[in-house]
Nanobody, 124 residues
């Protein structure tokens, strides 16, 4: 049963912003690292951002550094991804995921729970 639910995707023009949210109904975020990944058509799923169970030790994929920010609300067991200055190459389905342990990781195989994804489309 999927317990991670993403929201906030949509269509935006290049240079615009979107804020994605991930709600965790089982509160697995309380003890585990959290990551955001994305998958564009015809491409493999790729790492976007992550942090550890405390919301620290943040790491970003190089192309999103300075534009994307991962954050969390412990009380609500939610994790957000603020995306600014969006580019057409950011177009993808974005997924949040809960890691197998307390640390955030860049490898998709280090995550055992995934949401169903939310579409982000950036027009030029």
């Amino acid at each position: 049963q999927v317990h991670l639910v993403e929201s906030g995707g949509g269509l935006v023009q290049a240079g615009g912003s979107l804020r994605l949210s991930c709600a965790d109904s089982r509160r697995t975020f309380s003890n585990n690292g959290v990551g955001w990944f994305r998958q564009a058509p015809g491409k493999e799923r790729e790492f976007v951002a992550t942090f550890d169970w405390r919301g620290r030790l943040t790491s970003y994929e190089d192309s999103v550094k300075g534009r994307f920010t991962i954050s969390r609300d412990h009380a609500k067991s939610m994790v957000d991804l603020q995306m600014n200055n969006l580019k057409p190459e950011d177009t993808a389905v974005y997924y949040c995921a809960s890691a197998r342990g307390p640390l955030g990781r860049s490898g998709a195989d280090q995550y055992n729970y995934w949401g169903q994804g939310t579409q982000v489309t950036v027009s030029s």
